[in-house]
């Protein structure tokens, strides 16, 4: 595998992707060439965002009014009927796009999630030396990611997310860990994902980036309370309570973390639970332990970031774009240690780049490509980094 047969590879994928999406979307309407609504879960965030730009803040969490909207959008559309659980801080996001009508407000979304997703590609790319002079390579592999493709397909908002981890990524780069931690308590309005990253660093002991982690995401439910009141406050708390009594309507198809992933092999849902609680707690050792040992910035960042992407109990494919991060870092330690580099390091890298292509397999064979891939390139660089401590006391 030559660089140049790699930028072809990528060039590939992204023109042959990106001609369906085109192909699909080329009909006028919100509905696609195959009957589903544009931008298939942006519809519930434009439902959400109208219902907080009309002023029926009592009707956010109201099944019926969330449907009838979204009927009077896409009345004929094949998707199914979406559960009222997202964030109130997401309706407020969105409620200045309900004033557009659905086909214009989905275009301006779109191309917020192509700003920000290059925003953060081209962030990350800065930071990478070895990778510099490979521009074209960069951004056929950017356009081509799976991930990302999904990402737009569905209209989804994990591309702030991923805004919110590189810019979290960057400040521990550049030693402000209390600045990271700032970011990173931005995600709160996907409570999953902040629990999982304070997980992480807690376990990790960067106290500073705990810190930032609270008064960001405190300052944000504290600004949000004063904006949409306590009633509406406690009926998403109360939404939130009753995630675990329907994980199966929220998620009908296994996902991409941990937790799904045992729910799969396991005979039992209280086993299932155990054995996730079990690896997730290792798995926040095993990258808090590369996090304090390994010098390699590239290293003990993908670290993170694969173990909070592992822990994370609702991971579908296209959240699988917050793993960019991981590869241009390792892509950069490539670049830098390439006599270094364990071959099974970049297979599973390849397996995980691919995972969001394959949700036509059967989920058991699909995790392996996901969540499997993702726990031996955690243990891979785990051994990296108690090879690189016994080479250092050895010197």
Same mark, same amino acid.
């Given at each position: 595998m030559t660089l140049k047969r790699l930028r072809a590879y990528t060039t590939l994928m992204a023109v042959t992707l990106w001609s369906v999406w085109v192909i699909d979307f080329s009909i006028g309407g919100p509905l696609d060439r195959l009957g589903k609504v544009k931008g298939t879960d942006f519809l519930q965030f434009y439902a959400a965002g109208a219902l907080v730009h009309d002023g029926r803040w009592n009707e956010l969490y109201d099944m019926r009014a969330l449907h009838d909207i979204t009927r009077a959008v896409a009345p004929t559309s094949q998707e199914t009927l979406f559960v009222p659980i997202q964030s109130p801080q997401l309706a407020l996001f969105f409620a200045p796009l309900a004033r557009y009508p659905y086909?214009?407000?989905?275009?301006?979304?779109?191309a917020t999630i192509g700003l920000l997703y290059a925003c953060s590609c081209g962030a990350l790319w800065k930071t990478c030396d070895a990778l510099r002079a490979r521009r074209g390579l960069v951004v056929s592999s950017c356009l081509a990611c799976p991930a990302f493709y999904t990402l737009v397909i569905n209209g989804q908002t994990t591309v702030l997310s991923l805004a919110c981890l590189v810019a979290a990524l960057l400040g521990l780069q550049r030693r402000q860990p209390f600045a990271a931690g700032l970011a990173l308590g931005l995600l709160v309005f996907k409570p999953h994902w902040v629990a999982a990253t304070g997980a992480v660093f807690l376990i990790a002991r960067e106290w500073p980036v705990i810190a930032g982690i609270l008064v960001a995401a405190g300052g944000q439910l504290a600004l949000t309370w004063l904006v949409v009141g306590s009633s509406v406050m406690n009926a998403y708390g109360r939404? %939130?309570?009753?995630?675990?009594?329907i994980a199966d309507l929220l998620e009908?198809?296994?996902g991409d973390s941990l937790k799904s992933y045992w729910e799969l092999v396991a005979p039992w849902r209280p086993v299932a639970l155990v054995l996730y609680l079990a690896t997730a707690l290792a798995t926040a050792i095993v990258a808090a332990g590369i996090w304090r040992r390994h010098p390699a910035f590239d290293v003990r960042c993908s670290a993170l970031v694969l173990a909070i992407v592992l822990i994370s109990p609702h991971v579908l494919p296209y959240d699988l774009v917050l793993l960019v991060p991981v590869y241009f870092f390792m892509a950069n330690w490539f670049a830098e240690h390439e006599?270094?580099?364990?071959?099974i390091l970049r297979v599973v890298l390849i397996g995980l780049f %691919?995972?969001?292509?394959l949700t036509g397999l059967p989920a058991f064979v699909r995790q392996q490509f996901s969540v499997a891939a993702a726990v031996v390139a955690l243990v891979v660089l785990r051994r990296l980094s108690t090879a690189q401590r016994t080479q250092v006391a050895a010197a």
């Open positions: 086909t214009i407000a989905l275009t301006i979304w779109l939404v %939130l309570v009753s995630i675990p009594r009908p198809k296994p006599t270094e580099t364990p071959r %691919l995972a969001p292509l």
